[in-house]
C-alpha cells in the first residue's frame, strides 16, 4: 500500500536550481523519517539527506549548504531543494520513508546537470 512518487527532475545548467518533489500514499508519515537518496550508474545509491518527525535535519557533506529537504504532513510530500547544481549531481533521485524496520523507496526521478 506504501507508495512514494517522485517528480522534478529534469535538466538544468550549472549552478541552476531543481525543486523535487515526492507524494507518499498508503498511511500518515508524519512520524516518519524520510530522506533523498541518488544513484549514478557504477555507483551504490548514496545518501543525500534526511529529515525526521521532529523537522531536524542532516544532510551530506557533498550537498550540504546547496540542498534544503523540507516536508508538509498535510500533504504526505517531502521536497529537496537543489541549489548551486553541479555537474556531480547528476543522478537518479529516490526518495524513502522509515516505517518500522523497513524502507519504501519509490522510482526516482532523473537530475542532468550540464556544465
Known amino acids: 500500500q506504501v507508495q512514494l512518487v517522485e517528480s522534478g527532475g529534469g535538466l538544468v545548467q550549472a549552478g541552476g536550481s531543481l525543486r523535487l518533489s515526492c507524494a507518499a500514499s498508503?498511511?500518515?508519515?508524519?512520524?516518519?523519517?524520510m530522506g533523498w537518496y541518488r544513484q549514478t550508474p557504477g555507483k551504490q545509491r548514496e545518501w543525500v539527506a534526511l529529515?525526521?518527525?521532529?523537522?531536524?535535519?542532516n544532510y551530506a557533506d557533498s550537498v550540504k549548504g546547496r540542498f534544503t529537504i523540507s516536508r508538509d504532513n498535510a500533504k504526505n510530500t517531502v521536497y529537496l531543494e537543489m541549489n548551486s547544481l553541479k555537474p556531480e549531481d547528476t543522478a537518479v533521485y529516490y526518495c524513502?520513508?522509515?516505517?518500522?524496520?523497513?524502507?519504501?523507496w519509490g522510482q526516482g526521478t532523473q537530475v542532468t546537470v550540464s556544465s
Open positions: 524513502s520513508v522509515q516505517v518500522g524496520i523497513r524502507v519504501y
Open positions: 498508503g498511511g500518515t508519515f508524519s512520524m516518519n523519517t
Open positions: 529529515i525526521s518527525s521532529r523537522y531536524s535535519t
